[in-house]
């Protein structure tokens, strides 16, 4: 699987926007993008994933560049609860298994 | 969403005892479970894929004998800690794909584990 690299904290105040990068410069054609995140002593929680086109869902939305090469995850309004370790995470689809990277530690600050 | 549980959440042992966590689907079944381990600060790393009515397949390094993995039923893959010793003190988690949510992985909420 292509290795990720993401910046190791983020602050974003609540209620804005947090915008978490990605980078995946040796994605393949056929990796998708997914992220995950953990919050403290939890289990890790799916979010979004996508291929090539832009994805949304209830909880967020993923941008990814038309070279495929970086990504995106938005939270559009961040809440104190999602305080946590975001991951993102390259990989073939299908019952294949995630390798974890250090990810984001996102602080949301009232 | 699917869920996936384990249990016990957390459990305290003595030094040389065996440990028993359990993983269960509870809404789907569930062929592959995956097992993970985290320790303080760390991120996740992976044990072992658990396959049902199958050997485990274990990750490099992983000692298999200490690491015992059962996959008796669709929903039910167990992970004992045998011979627990201080440094498998650790926070030990659990995950399974399914099928109708494709490629998603539910994970469980993880068994804190303390050897003392």
């Known amino acids: 699987d292509a290795k990720t690299t993401q910046p190791p904290s983020m602050d974003c105040a609540e209620g804005r926007a947090a915008n978490l990068p990605c980078n995946h410069s040796?994605?393949?054609?056929?990796?998708?993008v997914y992220w995950y995140r953990q919050i403290h002593s939890q289990g890790p929680q799916y979010i979004i994933h996508?291929?090539?086109n832009n994805e949304t869902n209830e909880m967020a939305s993923l941008i990814i560049t038309e070279d495929r090469k970086s990504s995106t995850l938005i939270l559009p309004h961040a809440t104190l609860r999602d305080t946590a370790v975001y991951y993102c995470?390259?990989?073939?689809?299908?019952?294949?298994?995630?390798?974890f990277g250090k990810g984001t530690m996102l602080l949301v600050s009232p | 969403g699917a869920v996936v549980s384990q249990h016990p959440s957390w459990v305290i042992c003595k030094s040389g005892t065996s440990v028993k966590i359990e993983c269960r689907s509870l809404?789907?079944?569930?062929?592959?479970m995956f097992w993970y381990r985290q320790f303080p600060k760390q991120s996740l790393m992976l044990m072992a894929t658990?396959?049902?009515?199958?050997?485990?397949?274990?990750e490099q390094g992983v000692e298999k004998d200490k690491f015992l993995i059962n996959h008796a039923s669709l929903t039910l893959s167990t992970l004992t800690v045998t011979s627990a010793h201080p440094e498998d003190s650790s926070f030990y988690i659990c995950?399974?794909?399914?099928?109708?949510?494709?490629?998603?992985?539910?994970f469980g909420p993880g068994t804190r584990l303390t050897v003392l």
């Open positions: 995950s399974a794909p399914t099928s109708f949510l494709y490629n998603e992985q539910f």
């Open positions: 040796t994605i393949s054609g056929n990796e998708y």
């Open positions: 996508g291929l090539k």
């Open positions: 995470i390259v990989r073939v689809g299908g019952y294949s298994t995630l390798t």
């Open positions: 809404d789907f079944q569930a062929t592959t």
């Open positions: 658990s396959n049902e009515g199958s050997k485990a397949t274990y």
